[in-house]
């Protein structure tokens, strides 16, 4: 499933967070999603998920909006920095809670704690998890309804360098299955290593969208562009 | 839908330590009217001490808080949106388990005003006028004020969102802001306020207001006020972006 954003524009108050973006990320590609901070990367995100909404434009999923999927938790995996844990809830509890909301059997639930690592710590409460744990977690509860558009906000943020590469693994595994992902990621070495399609924001404005290799072959041709591209006068 | 917000209350402790607080309370409030001089002979002191049960609906309403200021305040409310979109359909869900646990949680407490009420009574040789319709009637009442109680708290928690204000502003109305309202509006107006009506619910009079709403009245009157609050949060905040 593809993410089709289309002049999207949100305002809060008087900051103008997105203006007039637009980009497709393709499905069976891992798309990242790159800007310097505050250059509207979550808020895109955000607003392809129903949380927040546009000024103008859209942002859609399978070309409908986020309220108009049927099932979903089938459509898209969300991992966002400002998903929330009850502190006082186990781990496995938690996913329960998201797998009987979206009707999904409870043995998902186990299949995707041992699918990011989580099986020992599952009956634990997530106040006592490291932040790694947690990102685990919240791919986990991304994983569930084995989605066809994966939205990761910093999905490796707090993982240790094994993890880093096993979500690399993972990520591309995905896509080679015809799943849409997209990474708003900071890393931009890890982008390049794992990305077919890039596309850089800036200010909240559109700086670049298009394959990777269209920024250069070279191994830092990707860190050079996005430089170059995102310290320009706006 | 009504499975996992069934399952986000059985998964923490917190919720239940409150709602336990509810029977102690009553239990408390029948042990201080005996103790204070309360006439075990007389069936008005009776229907006074039953009454208690609807002292609870002050927990039952922080309870009703936390459906959704809850969610706001761990976050957690960010997955609940994306499992369903539909906001209002989400308020709704709340309202009927919350409401369940709520009037699940009234019996408990209009059992322990029955048990306390019991014990006192035989304790100071006493019997209970157990057939008086006015007895049955004072429990369901008790009971049924815990649960309009956690409607209303979850209706507030969702227009306030933020959890410790919402919860600041349902004590500091049961405190002291109805009580200077009422005064304000007249005896005739005051009747519909919330406690008010509470009071005609639970068949008790310890505001000492002149005039009480018929006990039918007062639940109408309090769920008027769940639905108020609820509907007011489907169609406003509850819509507001989540950052």
Not at chain 1, 3 to 28: C, H, I, N, Y
Not at chain 1, 91 to 106: K, T
Not at chain 2, 9 to 26: D, M, Q
Not at chain 2, 48 to 67: D, E, N, R, V
């Amino acid at each position: 499933m593809e993410l089709d954003v289309r002049e999207l524009t949100k305002e809060f108050g008087a900051v103008t967070a997105v203006r007039d973006v637009s980009f497709t990320a393709p499905a069976g590609m891992v798309t990242g999603l790159l800007g310097p901070n505050g250059s509207g990367k979550t808020t895109t995100l955000r607003a392809a998920l129903g949380l927040v909404r546009p000024t103008a434009g859209t942002a859609l999923i399978g070309g409908v909006p986020y309220h108009g999927l049927a099932r979903p938790r089938r459509s898209v995996g969300a991992l966002l920095e400002a998903t929330g844990f009850h502190p006082g809830r186990r781990a496995r509890d938690h996913l329960r809670v998201l797998a009987a909301a979206a009707g999904l059997p409870d043995r998902r639930v186990d299949e995707v704690l041992a699918q990011v690592g989580l099986a020992e710590a599952a009956d634990r409460r997530v106040r006592g998890f490291s932040l790694g744990m947690r990102q685990r977690l919240g791919l986990a509860a991304a994983l569930l309804g084995e989605p066809e558009l994966l939205l990761l906000d910093e999905p490796a943020n707090g993982l240790d360098p094994a993890g880093v590469a096993w979500l690399r693994g993972l990520l591309r595994e995905l896509a080679g299955q015809g799943r849409g992902v997209v990474v708003a990621s900071h890393g931009l070495a890890e982008v390049a290593q794992t990305a077919d399609h890039v596309v850089i924001l800036s200010g909240g404005r559109l700086r670049f969208a298009g394959p990777l290799r269209e920024l250069g072959a070279s191994g830092g041709a990707l860190e050079s562009a996005f430089l170059k591209l995102t310290t320009a006068p706006a | 839908m009504l499975r996992s917000e069934l399952r986000k209350l059985t998964s923490v402790r917190a919720p239940w330590l409150l709602l336990a607080a509810g029977p102690l309370i009553v239990v408390a409030g029948v042990t201080s009217l005996v103790e204070s001089g309360g006439n075990v002979r007389d069936p008005s002191v009776q229907t006074q001490a039953l009454a208690h049960a609807g002292l609870a609906a002050i927990i039952t309403l922080l309870f009703g808080i936390m459906a959704v200021a809850g969610e706001y305040r761990h976050a957690t409310i960010t997955d609940t949106y994306l499992s369903y979109p539909a906001r209002g359909r989400v308020i709704a869900a709340k309202l009927a388990v919350y409401g369940a646990v709520g009037a699940g949680a009234g019996l408990a407490s209009s059992g322990a005003a029955l048990a306390a009420t019991a014990a006192w009574w035989a304790a100071k040789g006493a019997t209970l006028h157990l057939s008086a319709a006015d007895l049955w009637l004072t429990l369901a009442g008790g009971a049924a004020a815990n649960l309009a109680f956690a409607l209303i708290g979850v209706g507030l928690g969702a227009l306030i969102r933020n959890l410790v204000a919402a919860v600041a502003a349902g004590l500091a109305w049961i405190a002291l802001i109805e009580g200077i309202a009422g005064q304000l509006l007249g005896s005739s107006l005051a009747r519909l306020l919330p406690l008010h009506a509470s009071e005609a619910l639970d068949r008790t009079s310890i505001l000492g207001a002149e005039r009480l709403l018929p006990q039918w009245g007062g639940a109408v009157v309090l769920l008027g006020y769940a639905a108020a609050f609820a509907s007011a949060a489907a169609l406003t905040t509850l819509r507001r972006d989540v950052t």
